[in-house]
């Protein structure tokens, strides 16, 4: 039996069909603006209008009323308002009827009063939908406060109208591009002529107006993401704590390398950096997680840099994730949502300044290359050269990323995608602390020798995605990528501790090594019922193989005085092989998920994966090979005791190989994660949603030194994390946005043989909070005007506990940041301050020797320009 979600008469579904793409981006684009049910205005209006004018039965039978009936009727009027809320609700216009005629070129849209002149209608543009709000209007239909009809015609995926505080909104959505819409008042009614197109001009006629907004969203909550289940569902019904870090946080916060922005989540904190350089690897929920996903695959690794040019949104799950994506650290993932192909001519330039030498042009550009708009494009380009408030430091990068998209049908799409990023940075391993663990140096002081670095990277992605609907309930979806890292060259490294707590050894390297991520998916997506239970049902598969090859030549070089160096050092000419690596991983997975409607506040979601991984290593001529089977499960449940409020709980499990052989020769088993998760999301209205949710993570298998031969391991190890969090993001008035987040994080070694238990685990900070703001001046001569403001909060973190001084730690910080703009037609021109106050402070370390200072006081302003 079909579904019946999306039949006339009712709400919007909480998940949509799939008669086309566009039709779940639109219905998407329609629920996200009609947001929440309102609550149906005060009738009084209604009352007068219904009482003082006879209906259409009574005037066939009477002319008119007689005195008698008329006093009669007066006394069933509403007392005067005593209130100005009452008096205004008095005052609005009742829409009772709304007819939808199809025609030629569209439709046309009737609304009908029950007595009064419509007011002017003003309308906009977002994505597909065309929106058109009625001021001083209520809904008051037999239905209810709202109305909706699914594909009404050819062209119009969906039209919604809904009573709200202010009035009435009408969402009309097109399946490939914004409707356009004629509009005329005939006294007591309202009619559009809506036609399929691409509103792409700005024009007023009596009263309307309709602008194409293009890539412009000025929107911080995201009401949806795909990344915690590879669907389309509604963040309130899916048991897990997830954020969005939509496009405009980045550009509020001038975000150019992404680990900043993951700032505004609570609990994340930085693990390591590779070189200086963006690369790196996060902690969240207290375990490191060396790779990041871009559009669901695998992408980034420690060694990888994630440019921001083409980034549309971050979206952040915590906990496990094996069940969606195989071998992941129980913390959680990072998924980067790239920007995709625009049915509508789109070009953009901007220009990034700033100190310590900063520069960086970007150029964003996307449209139709043919004019049925079946094959669609976009083009990111960004190059960036920077200096450092490190000595001798300085960066140059180019990054292209382009985008093809063809709609072979209604149904059908098959998008291609790529991506080239070639960075030329100076190799900086930071700082170090004394044998006390205190931390003495001069942020600005390079302990390397700045003449031997000729380090490079380079990155290429390719990928595909193929999506077909059979129908309206179920639909295919096929995709692939390859990620690739070429890096090189030679650099001064770290060669051992300090001697005498002044010299650092060091060593001339030069290495050459590559990482490789295959991944292919296929996927089916169907919605049926099971007598009144609605299900959303998720079949795939996926092949992911890691590779990875290293080789490393150094030679010794002369230690340097980190108090007073002396950078003109003899250059060795005669390098020794180090070592050399080569892995190779394979994973196949299988995994099922159910989201299941028990009632209309009440979803489960119950899921497993079948993981079979087979790995490969050889480490400077020992090989180790194994194949491990895992099963990893999920299961969640989501009530809503009131419709804006979510409560939920959820169990789930992670699953990481692990390479090596014990003493006794046997293979060691994989690290697992288990968590127990419960939560609450309350979603205030469709601009402002709060998530609160407390945590018990632990990781099982952990390798520690065999007691017995310390030349071997054993897995006996135990660490856990458990922990409060809280984030909120949104528009608290209008032009008013915060995305705020506190987050408590308890990490410790629960047990181990050599490492002390209830040491707290390495770069963990034990408390994160953040807040960011921004207000824009919505009228007047200043209208556009804005401001921004930010506080970085991040607890002391900890070295690592055996091998680190017990003294060694970073402290804490507060780090202020602002912002001020101003966006004027397609102008935008902005000016941001990091570290507002100049504070000292370091973002992260790889022990006590290699320790990354923050930036100090720094200010970049950027000038962008959109048609």
């Avoid at 009401?223 to 870090?245: F, K, N, W, Y």
């Avoid at 963006?278 to 990888?304: L, P």
């Avoid at 394979?586 to 979601?605: K, M, P, R, S």
């Amino acid at each position: 039996m079909g579904s019946q979600r999306g039949q006339k008469g009712q709400l919007f579904p909480k998940r949509k069909g799939f008669a086309s793409q566009s039709l779940i981006v639109g219905c998407v684009i329609g629920t996200a603006i009609t947001g929440i049910q309102p609550a149906k205005a005060q009738d009084s209006q209604g009352v007068i209008a219904g009482e003082a004018v006879a209906s259409q039965s009574q005037q066939e039978n009477s002319a008119y009323l007689v005195p008698e009936e008329a006093i009669n009727r007066l006394s069933e009027i509403d007392h005067p308002a005593s209130t100005v809320a009452e008096w205004i609700a008095q005052l609005q216009i009742e829409i009772t009827g709304v007819e939808l005629n199809p025609t030629e070129s569209g439709l046309e849209l009737v609304l009908t009063t029950a007595g009064g002149e419509l007011p002017p209608v003003s309308t906009s543009v977002v994505g597909n939908a065309l929106i058109a709000d009625i001021p001083n209007a209520v809904l008051s239909l037999p239905e209810g406060s709202e109305f909706q009809e699914i594909a009404p015609a050819e062209g119009i995926a969906a039209v919604a109208i809904s009573s709200r505080s202010d009035g009435v909104r009408i969402v009309i959505t097109g399946t490939n591009a914004p409707p356009v819409a004629d509009v005329r008042t005939d006294g007591r009614s309202l009619l559009l002529s809506v036609s399929t197109g691409a509103a792409t001009t700005t024009q007023t006629q009596e009263g309307l107006q309709i602008t194409a907004t293009g890539e412009q969203n000025n929107r911080y909550y995201t009401p949806e993401a795909s990344t915690a289940t590879r669907t389309d569902t509604p963040l309130r019904d899916i048991p897990a704590s997830i954020q969005v870090i939509p496009q405009q946080v980045l550009e509020d916060q001038g975000i150019v390398e992404y680990r900043d922005a993951l700032e505004n989540i609570g609990g994340i904190t930085l693990d390591g950096q590779y070189g200086g350089t963006d690369a790196g690897s996060i902690i969240i929920r207290g375990f490191s997680q060396d790779t990041n996903f871009r559009n669901g695959f695998r992408n980034n690794n420690f060694y990888s840099i994630a440019e921001t040019a083409n980034i549309q949104q971050i979206e952040v799950l915590r906990g496990p994730a094996s069940i969606l994506y195989g071998l992941t650290q129980p913390g959680g993932i990072v998924n980067i949502v790239t920007e995709q192909p625009l049915p509508d001519p789109y070009y953009s330039v901007e220009f990034t300044g700033g100190q310590f030498s900063f520069y960086r042009p970007e150029i964003d550009i996307s449209g139709p290359l043919t004019e049925d708009e079946d094959l669609l494009y976009r083009l990111n380009l960004a190059y960036q050269n920077s200096g450092s408030f490190r000595d001798f430091v300085n960066d140059e990068r180019f990054f292209i990323a382009p985008v093809l998209q063809w709609n072979l049908s209604d149904a059908t799409s098959l998008t291609l995608e790529g991506e080239y990023l070639y960075d030329n940075p100076v190799f900086d391993r930071g700082l170090t602390a004394l044998s006390d663990g205190s931390l003495v140096l001069p942020i600005d002081r390079f302990l390397g020798y700045p003449q031997l670095d000729e380090f490079f990277a380079e990155q290429y992605r390719i990928g595909y995605r193929f999506e077909h609907e059979f129908n309206e309930n179920w639909r295919f979806r096929n995709a692939g990528s390859i990620f690739s890292v070429w890096q090189g060259g030679r650099r001064a490294d770290n060669n051992g501790g300090l001697l005498d707590d002044r010299f650092m050894q060091r060593e001339l390297r030069d290495d050459a090594s590559r990482w490789e991520n295959y991944g292919i998916q296929a996927e089916v997506i169907g919605e049926f019922n099971t007598g009144a239970i609605a299900h959303q049902l998720l079949i795939g598969v996926d092949f992911s193989r890691f590779t990875n090859s290293y080789n490393s030549f150094s030679a010794d070089l002369t230690p340097l005085d980190i108090f007073n160096p002396n950078y003109d050092i003899p250059i060795p000419t005669d390098l020794q092989l180090r070592y050399y690596q080569t892995t190779l991983t394979n994973d196949f997975g299988i995994y099922v998920q159910d989201q299941i409607d028990l009632l209309d506040n009440l979803h489960l979601l119950v899921g497993g994966r079948l993981d079979f991984a087979d790995q490969f290593q050889n480490f400077a001529g020992t090989i180790s090979e194994q194949s491990d089977t895992a099963f990893s499960p999920r299961l969640g449940i989501v009530y809503q005791p009131i419709e804006p409020l979510s409560l939920y709980a959820s169990f789930s499990r992670s699953f990481l190989p692990v390479v090596g052989r014990s003493a006794s020769g046997e293979a060691f088993d994989p690290e697992r994660g288990t968590q127990y998760e419960v939560g609450v999301r309350a979603d205030i209205n469709e601009n402002i949603s709060f998530t609160l949710a407390a945590y018990h993570l632990t990781k099982t298998n952990v390798l520690t030194n065999d007691p017995d031969d310390p030349d071997f391991s054993i897995q006996v190890g135990e660490q856990r994390s458990q922990g409060i969090e809280f984030n909120a993001i949104g528009e608290i008035l209008p032009g008013w946005n915060v995305i705020a987040s506190y987050a408590y994080t308890d990490a410790e070694i629960t047990e181990d043989n050599t490492l002390p238990e209830g040491s707290r685990l390495a770069n963990v900070a034990e408390h994160t909070a953040s807040v960011w703001t921004t207000y824009e001046i919505q009228e007047g001569n200043l209208q556009g005007l804005g401001f921004g403001f930010g506080l970085f909060f991040v607890d002391d973190r900890p070295g690592y506990a055996g091998f680190d001084p017990p003294e060694f730690e970073l402290p804490s910080f507060v780090r202020a940041d602002a912002a001020v703009y101003y966006r004027r037609d397609n102008w935008r021109a902005q000016l941001n301050v990091e570290n507002l106050f100049d504070v000292e402070y370091y973002e992260t370390h790889q022990g006590s020797d290699i320790v990354y200072p923050g930036a100090p006081f720094n200010v970049r302003a950027s000038i962008s320009y959109t048609f």
